[in-house]
């Protein structure tokens, strides 16, 4: 079946620090890539949209200046957190498209702590 | 603006009871719409899906019933079991063969006991 890693779990960083994350598509080819963040209170927020071979694209209040995002090929992504702050807490979700029926598979999440 | 909301917030049903989670959107240019359930320290999963072409959806113990012209939709789970505890979102998406970005609801927290 269709299966998304991320890694790590979880992880802390020292305020001003930066932390990397990775995401794998296990199965499937993913044609494109959603990083999102959830928040303590559960709610989603679109970070970026990643198709390969085309620009990756921000939402509002998110730049590549502060998340900076890889996408070489079909089955691999990452995304860094640069100079993380308290409000950069969250759970980052990796969402990848699958691109035999397009649905999304979600990975566990990396859970930032930062302190 | 939240263009995907969810009702309730939390929701508590006893085991073999039918549970029901709605959903609304905003955007009438919203044509795919997937439930996701989380449980706690987890991704979300795809449930189940539907798309505008539809009104229904069904399977197993879990239907969606979908109305265009209210924009809204209602996810129903009958003989709710303890596992079935978990959040359950909503999402809604614009895409005809490859699906767009997902925007979500905020969740709804459904506990069943036995």
């Known amino acids: 079946g269709a299966l998304v890693y991320q890694y790590p779990r979880r992880t802390i960083c020292k305020s001003g620090t930066s932390m990397r994350m990775e995401c794998q598509a296990v199965g499937f080819q993913a044609t494109s890539v959603a990083w999102y963040r959830q928040s303590p209170q559960k709610t989603f927020e679109l970070i970026a949209l990643s198709t390969v071979n085309s620009a990756i694209k921000y939402e509002q209040n998110f730049t590549q200046e502060k998340f900076p995002i890889s996408h070489p090929n079909l089955s691999f992504s990452s995304m860094t957190v640069l100079n993380a702050y308290l409000e950069d807490r969250g759970l980052y979700l990796c969402?990848?498209?699958?691109?035999?029926?397009?649905?999304?598979?979600f990975g566990s999440g990396t859970r930032l702590l930062v302190i | 603006q939240q263009q995907v909301r969810q009702s309730p917030q939390s929701l508590t049903v006893w085991e073999g009871e039918t549970a029901i989670l709605n959903c609304s959107y905003e955007d009438s240019t919203f044509n795919y719409f997937p439930w996701y359930q989380q449980f706690p320290g987890e991704g979300p999963a795809l449930l189940i899906s539907?798309?505008?072409?539809?009104d229904k959806k069904e399977d197993g113990r879990f239907t969606i019933f979908f109305n265009k012209r209210e924009k809204k939709l209602s996810l129903h789970i009958t003989d709710s079991q303890p596992g079935d505890s978990a959040t359950y979102f909503c999402?809604?998406?614009?895409?005809?063969?490859?699906?767009?970005?997902?925007?979500f609801g905020r969740g709804t927290r459904l506990q069943v006991y036995a």
């Open positions: 539907i798309r505008s072409v539809s």
């Open positions: 969402g990848a498209r699958n691109i035999a029926n397009s649905d999304y598979t």
């Open positions: 999402a809604a998406s614009v895409g005809t063969q490859v699906v767009g970005q997902l925007t």
